[in-house]
């Protein structure tokens, strides 16, 4: 038992702190790099996936053709990917020729909603944004100045989980956001960041593939750039706002989803991790995305084999007291929303109900489940 608590608690420590010490060690010894404009102008298309967005639907398109486009070109997609609502008449109430909407009658998942507007797409670029969120003003410039660069197959920007917002869980996940996006900041001066986030990211139309079903869309069509040997670039000033659901029931289900489409993502492109390969990025690749999906093992680990080392020495008693208080805390936070006020049990509540969405969408990977279809979560 002793070796392994002392290897899961290693591979936390590396997964959780280690790896982005790493990272952003390296990244400060790399040759710095400045983006390169397009000499000339470019045509961006923004693609929207939305189903039952009648809440965000409208905001969202006027807030994208708001965005500063200098002398590029915008054009906007939006798929209704079989919604209920007034999705698809508030978007065709926008009356500005650069909007074209498509109407899906069946519910039949993001990835087919954004396959249709593809095929659609006539732009050098493909933004492709949440229909949830709000782009924060000059990001398509921030975004555009990376594409003079032939190197460069995508840029993934930057999500923000505003305070005002949000309770005590989107405050954790805020934190949680503004530390992986260091991350990615530190992976992309090391040469490339890993993958996208899916409330914007854009990739140039010609690396776009059609998606694989029940794929984590974002993490799968970034690293199709990646895979056809481009780079892709982390840019903090494009950036989308957000709120996060304080509901942990919904966004358990969010979570477990996105983690098994993700990892069903991540073994498509499974041979990406040989660094003999792909250098840096197998490594950040292998790190950032398979080891910390596989956390929740480690704690597992880590938790059994402590309880049977408790009684051996005081430091397994210790640590072993540490750890029952910690998920004690944060289960009492998961069930009771008033004590969720107090920060290191919301952030104990955060973590732990994390990690059991991580578990359980591993194992719904494992039983042959496949998570299509998707419905945003709502406060």
Request: charged content about 20%; proline content about 4%; some cysteine.
């Amino acid at each position: 038992m002793t070796w392994i608590f002392w290897l899961s608690a290693g591979a936390l420590v590396y997964s959780i702190i280690g790896y982005g010490v790493l990272v952003t060690a390296l990244s400060r010894l790399a040759p710095r790099r400045e983006p390169v404009p397009p000499e000339a102008p470019m045509t961006f298309s923004f693609l929207i996936a939305a189903h039952n967005e009648e809440a965000h639907i409208e905001a969202k398109i006027r807030n994208t053709l708001a965005q500063d486009a200098g002398d590029h070109a915008v054009e906007v997609i939006v798929v209704s990917d079989g919604s209920t609502d007034r999705t698809v008449a508030l978007a065709r109430g926008v009356a500005d020729p650069r909007v074209t909407v498509f109407e899906v009658s069946r519910h039949q998942g993001k990835a087919d909603a954004i396959n249709l507007g593809l095929q659609s797409c006539r732009g050098d670029v493909v933004v492709f944004t949440d229909a949830n969120s709000l782009l924060e003003p000059g990001s398509l410039l921030a975004i555009a100045r990376h594409f003079g660069d032939p190197r460069v197959g995508g840029v993934c920007g930057r999500i923000t989980v505003p305070s005002a917002r949000t309770g005590p869980t989107g405050r954790a996940e805020g934190l949680y956001w503004r530390y992986d996006q260091a991350i990615k900041a530190a992976e992309s001066r090391l040469g490339g960041t890993v993958s996208a986030q899916g409330s914007i990211y854009a990739i140039r139309r010609d690396l776009t593939r059609p998606l694989i079903m029940g794929c984590a869309d974002d993490f799968l069509m970034s690293v199709n750039a990646v895979a056809a040997g481009r780079r892709l670039v982390f840019e903090p000033r494009a950036a989308t706002s957000e709120a996060v659901s304080e509901k942990v029931g919904r966004e358990m289900g969010r979570r477990t989803r996105s983690t098994e489409r993700g990892w069903r993502a991540l073994m498509v492109h499974r041979a990406l991790m040989n660094p003999l390969r792909t250098g840096w990025y197998g490594w950040q690749l292998f790190s950032h995305k398979l080891v910390r999906r596989l956390n929740p093992l480690f704690l597992i680990g880590l938790f059994v084999s402590n309880l049977a080392l408790m009684g051996q020495h005081w430091f397994y008693a210790l640590t072993a007291g540490a750890q029952v208080t910690f998920y004690a805390a944060g289960l009492l936070a998961m069930t009771v929303p008033a004590i969720r006020g107090f920060r290191p049990a919301a952030l104990a509540a955060f973590f732990l109900f994390t990690h059991l969405a991580m578990l359980r969408g591993i194992l719904r990977y494992y039983s042959g489940k496949k998570s299509v279809s998707w419905r945003p979560v709502r406060e």
